[in-house]
């Protein structure tokens, strides 16, 4: 398929300064309000709010607040949360919470997201997160340590302008300094680690818009790592979109992804899911003779889940029939971070990293 031109693009991230007006929002400066409730949970809407961790005892933890399930945006208000622990003993412990609509609340000036008795709250820079589900339950503080981002307005739309259809992403931490106490059962551990936390919101459901992505998030070094690749479904030309983050020391240095590009290896069928999933991933920036290539490798599947197993089975059918059977996977493994001068290595570092792979439609190529 040949690349579309800017006149044919079906998908964009919003950058015109007529954008910015409408949304209310800065080019440059991130506001609070920006982290507040910023949809109503009408039919076909969506919102969550999403933290994960590294933390320093081997653990990684989890841990996101939605307005409702991911695959049931049809229903008005059905708040859940989700806490996923990987414990460093090797155990995977996955919680899920769902409470009445009158038991959720969001600000609207700033993150505070309330369901139940669980509270997700901050101000851009600092954090708070307390959840329980049944025998576990985590109490984390987290302090920036880059400042906040989103690829230009982070407002991607799909389609022709007059019925275009939203969503939105803010890196609202790219990377913090996590104090967490994480307890299960009877057992207590206080740690520390690198977080992130980001928000997410759109109006229509995700799998008439997007077909696939993958996401991942990764300190290396004195580097942060943010990369995403999405696939926009076949009625969007299957038109990719890459997001790309690298900051240094606290500083962002690269965030143009026009000089991205994305490549995946060692694609195989997973046996769970059904989806094709890659062993490699890669993200590599080339500004004249700078290059910087990201490298993620899986070395472990810690989380494969199949949404349409939870529905009723007259859901299941018409998803299916309408080529619709979402999985969402997590995985495990090393990232290396490579940066060249010409042809000359200047520099090669490794560290361990998180990332997803959400895939909406039918199996399909990957990229190569």
């Known amino acids: 398929m040949p690349k579309p031109t800017d006149h044919s693009r079906t998908v964009r991230i919003a950058d015109r300064p007529d954008d910015y007006r409408r949304l209310g929002i800065d080019p440059v400066e991130i506001r609070p309000f920006e982290d507040g409730q910023r949809i109503e949970p009408a039919p076909g809407a969506y919102e969550w709010w999403y933290f994960d961790a590294h933390l320093d005892d081997g653990a990684k933890l989890v841990v996101v607040f939605y307005t409702k399930p991911l695959m049931a945006p049809g229903v008005v208000l059905a ?4 806490i996923n622990l990987d414990l460093p003993d090797g155990r995977s412990i996955v919680k899920t919470l769902h ?3 009158d038991a959720f609340s969001a600000s609207r000036d700033g993150c505070d997201v309330r369901i139940g ?5 901050g101000d ?6 307390t ?17 906040p981002w989103r690829p230009k307005s982070g407002h991607i739309y799909f389609g022709a302008e007059r019925g275009e259809h939203l969503f939105a992403w803010l890196p609202s931490v790219p990377q913090g300094h996590v104090t967490a106490t994480y307890r299960v059962g009877a057992q207590e551990r206080r740690t520390t680690g690198i977080g992130y936390h980001d928000h997410n919101w759109g109006d229509v459901q995700m799998p008439q818009l997007m077909h696939n992505w993958y996401w991942g998030r990764a300190k290396v070094g004195p580097y942060t790592v943010i990369a995403s690749y999405i696939t926009a479904t076949e009625d969007h030309g299957f038109e990719p979109l890459t997001i790309f983050l690298l900051a240094k020391d606290g500083r962002i240095v690269v965030d143009d992804a026009a000089k991205v590009s994305f490549s995946t290896d060692g694609v195989s069928t997973d046996a769970v899911t059904g989806k094709p999933v890659a062993d490699i991933t890669r993200y590599e920036y080339r500004d004249g003779e700078e290059r910087i290539v990201v490298t993620f490798r899986r070395e472990k599947t810690v989380l494969q889940r199949r949404f349409l197993d939870l529905a009723p089975w007259w859901k299941r059918l018409v998803a299916k029939l309408a080529g619709i059977n979402p999985a969402y996977l997590r995985f495990t493994g090393q990232v290396t971070l490579q940066r060249f001068a010409g042809a000359e290595t200047v520099e090669r570092i490794e560290q361990e990293a998180l990332w997803e792979l959400m895939y909406f439609g039918r199996p399909r190529p990957p990229a190569m």
Request: aromatic share 6%; glycine share 2%.
């Open 79 to 82: 708040p859940m949360i989700t």
């Open 99 to 101: 409470v009445a609509p």
């Open 117 to 121: 008795d669980n509270r997700f709250t």
């Open 124 to 129: 851009l820079h600092r954090y708070r997160i």
């Open 131 to 147: 959840a329980s589900i049944e025998e576990v339950s985590v109490d984390i503080e987290m302090v920036g340590e880059i400042q």
